[in-house]
């Protein structure tokens, strides 16, 4: 994708005022690791309202801050977490899954071959036929058209040389990736947390 598409997708940041005021599915809290880290940029790491005060009351977590809304019980008011951090460090794995999704991400959600963003799927390097494996090394993701006319040749038989040669990411190389895909929603009280390959707007 480029970046001036990324730029289109800036993430926009709702103010405190703006809190929801219709449904309490729409106040997800930000999940940060003990050391203020978001647990995952891509998909971001949120929990639903209802997970964070449970963790809250089983003292998992601490609250770094609040929505303006409140839960009640004939008891007790709570303001709703915004953002709060795990009081035990979770250290990620060094590799992640090799699933679909996370060859998309390390390959940005575009084709390998020609860089569209449309009618994705994923494309053996060297076919199977010709002994190519089912690896990180050796899978990229292609659009429907360009998995067609490459068929089962090589992209140097084929003329379509790769954009990028595929490899192995890590975590660190995903989550990095995934900086750059904001979601369309942003709690103003995140914005100390996050930090985006893109431009911000308020």
Same mark, same amino acid.
């Given at each position: 994708? $480029?970046?001036? #598409?990324?730029?289109?997708?800036?993430?926009?940041?709702?103010?405190?005022?703006?809190?929801?005021?219709?449904? $309490?599915?729409?106040?997800?809290?930000?999940?940060?690791?003990?050391?203020?880290?978001?647990?995952?940029?891509?998909?971001?790491?949120?929990?639903?309202?209802?997970?964070?005060?449970?963790? +809250?009351?089983?003292?998992?977590?601490?609250? +770094?801050?609040?929505?303006?809304? #409140?839960?009640?019980?004939?008891?007790?008011?709570?303001?709703?977490?915004?953002?709060?951090? $795990?009081?035990?460090?979770?250290?990620?794995? #060094?590799?992640?899954?090799?699933?679909?999704?996370?060859?998309?991400?390390?390959?940005?959600?575009?084709?390998?071959?020609?860089?569209?963003?449309?009618?994705?799927?994923?494309?053996? +390097?060297?076919?199977?036929?010709?002994?190519?494996?089912?690896?990180?090394?050796? +899978?990229?993701?292609?659009?429907?058209?360009?998995?067609?006319?490459?068929?089962?040749?090589?992209?140097?038989?084929?003329?379509?040389?790769?954009?990028?040669?595929?490899?192995?990411?890590?975590?660190?190389?995903?989550?990095?990736?995934?900086?750059?895909?904001?979601?369309?929603?942003?709690?103003?009280?995140?914005?100390?947390?996050?930090?985006?390959?893109?431009?911000?707007?308020?």
């Amino acid at each position: 994708m $480029l970046k001036s #598409e990324l730029i289109e997708r800036a993430a926009r940041f709702r103010s405190a005022e703006g809190d929801p005021s219709r449904h $309490l599915n729409d106040c997800p809290a930000l999940v940060l690791n003990a050391d203020y880290t978001p647990l995952s940029y891509y998909p971001l790491s949120l929990w639903p309202w209802q997970t964070a005060i449970k963790a +809250v009351f089983l003292e998992r977590v601490d609250i +770094v801050a609040s929505y303006a809304r #409140e839960v009640h019980s004939p008891s007790w008011t709570m303001p709703i977490p915004s953002v709060i951090a $795990l009081r035990q460090y979770v250290k990620p794995s #060094e590799f992640p899954a090799f699933t679909r999704f996370n060859l998309f991400l390390r390959d940005r959600f575009c084709c390998q071959y020609c860089g569209s963003p449309n009618n994705l799927t994923f494309d053996h +390097v060297v076919p199977r036929r010709l002994g190519g494996r089912t690896s990180w090394e050796n +899978v990229a993701t292609a659009c429907a058209p360009c998995n067609l006319k490459k068929g089962g040749r090589t992209p140097a038989q084929a003329k379509m040389p790769l954009l990028v040669q595929p490899i192995r990411p890590t975590n660190w190389h995903l989550q990095e990736r995934g900086r750059g895909f904001p979601p369309n929603y942003l709690h103003e009280t995140w914005r100390d947390w996050l930090y985006w390959d893109i431009e911000l707007e308020a």
